[in-house]
């Protein structure tokens, strides 16, 4: 059985991660194909970082144009889908793995489902607020396995027509290194030496990512939050750099000419490094999934921003700003930051996952017999 | 008044950078957009991104680092622990809007305090 996973961003590599440990302990035989930021220096590289984990990226696919416009970011996909079809017919591969919902995944199953190459996915069937959302449905619609990582996304995969025999509600592989405390060894006085800050002082982490279909919107939006940010006093900011997708480099801008001296900036940190960081922080803000998906497990709370993780599925930990003003950022801070709201959370646990999906997902693969019935698919409406 | 020879600008190529890491003296300089620090670049960067076959014409901007230190005032006993831990010969001074103030290098630091 060859599998080959495919990822073109850190987060994703944070589902696939757990699942191919498990591979490398039970010498199931995987490739791994790697590309937009994964491999990129302006964004980290984080490359560098899976090969520290002990794997090693069999193929690298250059593919984003400069300009992070709408339009080079169309034209990137278009080199990703001829690169990839290259890889999938040298590879052959059993099964290709790719997870989440980024159009760079989509391009990949696309290129594998003309192929006749069978495509499990990965937190298939959430919602999700911009064009991302738009791009796992479609991923759902040539995938031949889906992993949902909650009962409220495999139910939508059903009513959007998919077969039940191939929906499983396994929870979100990412956290099972979060659930089994594998990185919870680590002493913030290592990160505070690592990285030379003082997180003895209050802090909190910001990850903003531009909102393609905003377009020029972006900039009105992010100004308005990274002044809201820059208002809150006695909290070090700790940021990690936004994606390459459309309206980033307009973020960037805005940072750098706002940024001020409690703005800690990273490009990419190792993924034990920003759960740690996490688990200290007093809050997460901003529009990353992570807020949504992780935060719930340290019990912090989660100031989600905007319209990016639009109607997902949230836990209790989760304070909602769609329209972005300074006033209605302040009120769900001062929520955010109350002895009462705090206490709250005490209870609360991750809906997202038991700390088991990455054995059950490998499982249901290596078991699922590749047949016409699996590969042609019929829609159920 | 900063030493203009530890300042480049996004747009810059690598060997510009490299020209500017020559005349500074240390191993290390700082981008600077509009006055405000954004990043830097050091020896080690243009090292990996000659082995990854980067074009030494190319702008620094993708291998420059958005993580750095740096001091909101000379304080001893920080500058002494930055200097420990990150093995840099220089620090930026910047003020809370992250506009470079001034620069201070090792051997000042040393030759003020030692």
């Known amino acids: ?381 | 008044m900063v030493n203009k020879n530890f300042i480049v600008n996004k747009e810059d190529s690598i060997l510009k950078v490299i020209e500017k890491i020559e005349l500074s003296g240390h191993r290390t300089v700082f981008v600077v957009e509009k006055n405000k620090i954004i990043g830097c670049v050091s020896e080690g960067d243009i090292m990996r991104a000659l082995i990854n076959e980067k074009k030494v014409e190319s702008s620094n901007q993708n291998i420059m680092n958005k993580s750095f230190i740096f001091l909101e005032k000379e304080n001893l006993k920080e500058a002494k622990n930055l200097f420990i831990n990150t093995l840099s010969s220089v620090i930026p001074i910047v003020n809370k809007k992250m506009e470079i103030l001034d620069i201070l290098t090792l051997e000042s630091f040393l030759s003020k305090h030692v």
């Not at chain 1, 992070?68 to 996909?77: A, E, G, I, P």
């Not at chain 1, 017919?89 to 919902?101: Q, V, Y």
């Not at chain 1, 995938?143 to 409220?152: E, P, Q, R, V």
């Not at chain 1, 809150?232 to 980033?248: L, P, R, V």
């Open chain 1, 1 to 381: 059985m060859k599998l080959l996973f495919f990822t073109g961003s850190r987060s994703e590599w944070g589902y696939l991660r757990p699942i191919l440990e498990i591979c490398k302990r039970n010498r199931i035989s995987f490739k791994i194909c790697a590309s937009n930021m994964l491999i990129l220096d302006s964004f980290g590289d984080a490359s560098k970082e899976i090969e520290k984990d002990g794997f090693k990226i069999n193929d690298k696919i250059f593919m984003a144009l400069d300009g992070h416009t709408n339009t080079t970011m169309t034209k990137s996909l278009g080199i990703l889908l001829s690169s990839f079809t290259d890889t999938l017919s040298r590879e052959k591969p059993d099964w290709l793995i790719l997870a989440g919902d980024r159009g760079e995944t989509l391009i990949a199953a696309i290129a594998a489902a003309y192929m006749n190459i069978p495509i499990a996915h990965i937190q298939a069937g959430e919602l999700s607020g911009n064009i991302d959302g738009q791009a796992r449905h479609a991923i759902g619609k040539f995938a031949h396995l889906h992993f949902a990582s909650n009962k409220d996304a495999s139910n939508r995969l059903i009513k959007l027509g998919e077969q039940k025999f191939r929906i499983f509600n396994y929870g979100a592989p990412q956290l099972d290194d979060l659930v089994n405390k594998k990185y919870m060894n680590i002493d913030i006085k290592d990160l505070e030496k690592k990285y030379n800050i003082n997180l003895k002082k209050n802090y909190i982490i910001s990850v903003y990512h531009s909102v393609v279909e905003e377009g020029l919107k972006n900039k009105d939006n992010f100004g308005k939050y990274m002044k809201f940010i820059n208002s809150i006093k006695g909290y070090n900011k700790i940021w990690i750099t936004s994606n390459n997708d459309a309206g980033s480099n307009m973020i960037k801008d805005i940072f750098y000419q706002n940024r001020s001296s409690d703005d800690y900036l990273f490009n990419n940190l190792p993924r034990k490094d920003y759960l740690c960081f996490m688990k200290y922080s007093k809050m997460i803000i901003g529009n990353s999934s992570s807020g949504i998906i992780e935060s719930s497990t340290y019990k912090i709370p989660c100031i989600n921003v905007g319209r990016r993780q639009n109607k997902r599925f949230r836990p209790k930990n989760v304070i909602d700003v769609l329209e972005i003003s300074n006033s209605k950022l302040n009120k769900a801070f001062n929520k955010s930051i109350s002895k009462k709201y705090i206490k709250s959370l005490s209870s609360i646990e991750n809906p997202y996952g038991d700390g088991r999906s990455s054995l059950k997902i490998i499982n249901r693969i290596l078991k699922t017999k590749i047949n016409e019935k699996l590969i042609y698919k019929e829609l159920e409406y």
